[in-house]
Every structure is written in structure tokens, then in C-alpha cells.
């Protein structure tokens, strides 16, 4: 199908190239869709914003941690906090992130959600990249949220689909991205219901996670059937486990668009095409996003502008 | 808080009363919160739309056991199928409902999302309700539809939260009751990530629930936080199931009402006080909304008329 012209405003921060195209051609094509079935996804560290050289949810479960040991020194004794707090990265791969980060989560045990909630947005106040000594709202991708503003504009449906915190990224959905809490998946802690002495209800977050999965991979995928029950039509992510999420939007029936983004600007952002290439054993990035339709994004010739601009009041 | 008086068209089929006016100051009182915080959560079976004499779930999952009987006839032994087929009311009762309904949900596993929504749709084109003979849009109840209107009016994001099976409500959630499928919250199916021979990718339905747990009592509000990520200040609810919801709801901060529909009109719906009185075995019903600070909806007194029209192609 051939595009509309594409108007003076559109994706201002995208350079022309096949990847602005084909963004254009798609939101063309998808006009001739039922609205509801006007769906998209898009993972969060990586894609929307930077996720190096920590991911900002670490960063925020290291302040937790410190926190944390302040008040109990011997919480630096176990294996996977003392491996952090003398980031002896040895132990750490040896651990792995998956067991790192259970153990970080359990930090967040025993209070309510809207303590957790309110831990978070005390962080996001305050945190500055570790780089870039910008706030937040300041490595999100300004290419992204233009896109995020034609998929609205198209009557698009938007979704966050993280391998992250749930409640972490609710926390600033609505601020960063437009996205109301309801609209943010992610990894999940479970709840136990409790009555204070009063009989009043609530709830206290434990150590557990919902189906003890990450929302990573095949997960993203469950995840998105349970919580939308609508199969995307648009989808964008960064990283392995962002591929079943791209390749189950490419088989919907109709117009369907898989955005990849390409980390390959070491001088505006950063380089990492070595986790690309754990998709698959063989072939390079390019050619394994050729085989599966995915749309690459390459930060370095598709990006023209990389960052949002920092927020006023920062 | 004093109410403005009432509009003319405001709930026109509820009866001027004590719930009536509730409704009406906890409204207006609503306008000063954040909208963000505008959150109701409403149960569907006996508060949104009829549930005797069979739940309209049970009158779909007989219909699949009847087709895979006449599939498969073998599968008429199985204990819990037997019971259900010759209508052996004491086996059933002594099997339990919980271990009848995972028996008829595997009666659903080994198909995608699509097929199952697809045999819903074509469930609800055709039943008729039992005792009526009216389509099931006719057994919804026209002042918990105009109810739902208020909200939204008054800028409620609505959320349905059901001990039924998610993608059963879902599939008319948004014809029947205008809530789109991701704010449709019950009981949910597991799924696996499948490729066919080609590499695309699926899910198929298995025979498992996310969780274990059906979505009832403080599973419901469990859910909520989950999907919601929001506490709601207005709920719905008419069962034991809908307990700690509206108990939650009415711990939040600011106004808040907890709705509880009193199935005491034996006339023109069903009368079944005996499930209201499971919730504590002492009390009356009305004593024990009381203590809890519920408001009673009492269909006999409080609403004029009960359900809404038929759909003109029915």
C-alpha cells in the first residue's frame, strides 16, 4: 500500500528512512481496521526509555537496599546483597540476575502498595542518570513518545509491556507516557489480603511473584492475553525477550508493524548490539529481523534527536 | 454532605430511598477527588445482570459438554459430567462447584483465544434465559446500566470484576455493559505460547487457572491491585464473593460507597436471601450491611423497574 505524503509534523524526530515509512505505511493501513482491534504494545528498558548503564528500576531497588542495610547491617551478609554492595560482578553472574533480583524485590516486602507506591515516586523526584546526571523523565526516548502520540492520534489502544515492576512503572506511566496504571504489565509481586485491628481492609505486598515468571518472552505474550484479551496489532521492543511479543503480533490478522530497536549509537546513547545477538544462536541483527519482518530502529541513522528534554521543574 | 436536589432523568429506574440517595451524594461528593482516583469496580452475576436460575457461564459450559458428549460419549462417565448430564443434584453438591467448574473449564483447553471468544459470541447469539425466554442482554439490570452511565458521567473509569471466567465476560463487556476486555477482571484461563509448522506464533488455552484461584472473596481484591494498580472507591457486589471488595473499598480514603444488591423480590427476579446470610453466621442480612457500612439496594424496593429492554434484533 502506498503512503499518504507524510505531513510536515509527523514523527519530527525521526529522519526519513525505511523505518519512518514503514511506521507511516502501517498507521495508513491500519486506518481500515476496527478501532478495537487498534492495539499496541511496547516494552519499556530499552524502548521507551535508556536503560543503561543500570536499568533505573535497579537503581531504585540499590537505594532500597542501602536503606535497608542502614537500618540492619547484617542484611550486607547475604550472598546476593553482599555481592551488590561490593559489586563484585563475578559473584553476581555467578548468582544471576534472576536470583539478584528476587532477593532485591524481597526488600519491598511487608508494606502496602500505596507505600510502595509512594517509595517510587520519592525516588523518581530525585534520581538522576548515573551517566548523563539528567532526571528520568530526561532518557526517555523522544522518538518513542512521538510515536506513542501517532498511535493515540490513529485511536490506538497503548500498552506497557515491561520486563519490569509492575508498580514501578505504574508509578510514573501516566507522567512519562500517557498510560494510565491499568495499561502498564510488567513482572508482578503478589498480595496477601489483611484487616488492620480495626477490621479495615487492605493489602501488604510479600516476597512472592504472580505465576513466579518475569514478564519476559513467552510471558509477555500470556500476559497480554490475560490482562488485554486482544491480540496487538503494533508492537516494539529491544531485546530477546521482547521476540515472542514481536513475532505474536506479526501473525494477527491485517496490518501489523513489529518495531525493533537497534541500540547502535555509542556516541548519543549506548552500543549493545551483543545482547541482540542472543536471539539466536546464528546470523547477525539485521538479518534476524529480516527474517522475522521486524522494522529496525536504528538509534544512530533513524534517530535524529535521541532524549526527551528534561522536565521544567527539574 | 448535602445532595443537589436530583435530576429529573437521574436513575430514573430506581425508586427515590435511602440507596437512591446515596448514590447521588456519594456522586457529588466524588466530584472532589482526583480523577485518577475515580475508580469503581463492579460484580457481575446477581449485580449486573441476572444469575438464577443458573449462572449464564454454567448454561454456556452445559452447551460445550453437550457438544463434546456428542463428540466423544465417553466422556459422559466422567464422574463430574455424569452429575451434570442426569441432573444428580446431591453427586453435584458433594462433588463441590469449585471441582464441576475446573472439570468443564478443561472442556475449553486446547484452543486459541480467537476459537474460544468466537464460541461465546455464538453462545450468547442464540441462548435465551431459562425461566424468560428473553436474550441474555434482557437479564441485565436497566438501573445497574444506568448506574454505570452515572459513573462514567461523573468520570468513573468502570472495571468489572467477576468471579466468572475473564474472557467470557469480556467477549459481551463491551456490547452489554461499554467496558472494554482489559477492564474486565474474573477468573482466568492459563494459556501456552505456541508456533505452528510455519514459526507463528499463538496461544492455546490450557486446562490450568492463573493462580489457582478463582477470582471470589479476597482473591477479588488481590486482582484488583494487580490489574488495577488503583483502589477503587465505589463497588458493587450482591455475595459472600463480594466481601472484602466492597470492605476494601470502603477502607479507602475520602468518599467511598459500597453497593450490595438485596435479591429480595421473589415477584419479578428471584428471591435467595440464604446466600446473603453465608457471610457470617450471625446477624441478619441488613444488620450485617450495616456493620460493614454497605448500602442495600433492595430490588424490591428500591428499583422500579429491573431489567432492561430486550435488544430490538433479539
Known amino acids: 500500500m502506498t503512503a499518504d505524503p507524510l ?3 509527523f514523527l519530527p524526530s525521526w529522519n526519513d528512512g525505511a523505518a519512518k515509512q514503514a511506521i507511516a505505511d502501517f498507521l495508513a493501513a491500519a486506518r481500515g481496521v476496527p478501532v478495537v482491534d487498534r492495539v499496541a504494545v511496547l516494552d519499556n528498558d530499552g524502548t521507551l526509555w535508556c536503560e543503561k548503564p543500570n536499568y533505573p528500576q535497579l537503581e531504585f531497588l540499590l537505594g532500597e537496599l542501602a536503606r535497608a542495610v542502614g537500618a540492619d547491617p547484617s542484611l550486607a551478609e547475604r550472598e546476593e546483597y553482599r555481592a551488590l554492595i561490593e559489586g563484585d560482578t563475578a559473584a553476581q553472574s555467578e548468582l544471576g540476575l534472576e536470583r539478584i533480583a528476587l532477593a532485591l524485590i524481597e526488600l519491598c516486602a511487608g508494606i502496602s502498595p500505596e507505600e510502595f507506591d509512594a517509595s517510587v515516586r520519592a525516588f523518581f523526584a530525585t534520581a538522576r542518570h548515573r551517566d548523563r546526571g539528567v532526571s528520568l523523565s530526561a532518557i526517555r526516548y523522544q522518538p518513542m513518545l512521538e510515536l506513542l502520540d501517532e498511535l493515540r492520534r490513529a485511536e490506538f489502544d497503548v500498552f506497557i509491556v515491561t520486563g519490569g515492576g509492575t508498580e514501578f512503572v505504574r508509578a510514573i506511566g501516566d507522567e512519562f507516557y500517557g498510560v494510565a496504571p491499568e495499561r502498564v504489565l510488567g513482572t508482578q509481586a503478589s ?18 511473584l504472580v505465576a513466579a515468571d518475569a514478564n519476559e ?7 497480554i492475553q490475560r490482562a488485554l484479551g486482544r491480540r496487538p496489532i503494533f508492537a516494539a521492543g529491544n531485546s530477546p525477550g521482547d521476540s515472542e511479543m514481536l513475532d505474536y503480533t506479526m501473525a494477527a490478522d491485517g496490518p501489523t508493524l513489529a518495531l525493533l530497536v537497534d541500540h547502535d549509537d555509542a556516541d548519543r546513547e549506548y552500543r549493545y548490539e551483543s545482547v541482540a545477538a542472543t536471539f539466536e544462536t546464528t546470523g ?12 529496525v530502529a536504528s538509534i544512530r541513522d533513524d534517530w535524529a534527536t535521541v532524549y526527551a528534554a528534561d522536565r521544567p521543574d527539574q
Request: overall charge negative; glycine content about 12%.
Open 284 to 295: 547477525s541483527f539485521l538479518d534476524l529481523a529480516a527474517a522475522h519482518g521486524w522494522t
Open 7 to 9: 505531513r510536515s509534523d
Open 191 to 208: 498480595y496477601d489480603f489483611v484487616r488492620d485491628g480495626d477490621g479495615c481492609a487492605g493489602l501488604i505486598r510479600n516476597a512472592d
Open 217 to 223: 518472552g513467552a510471558t509477555k505474550v500470556v500476559n
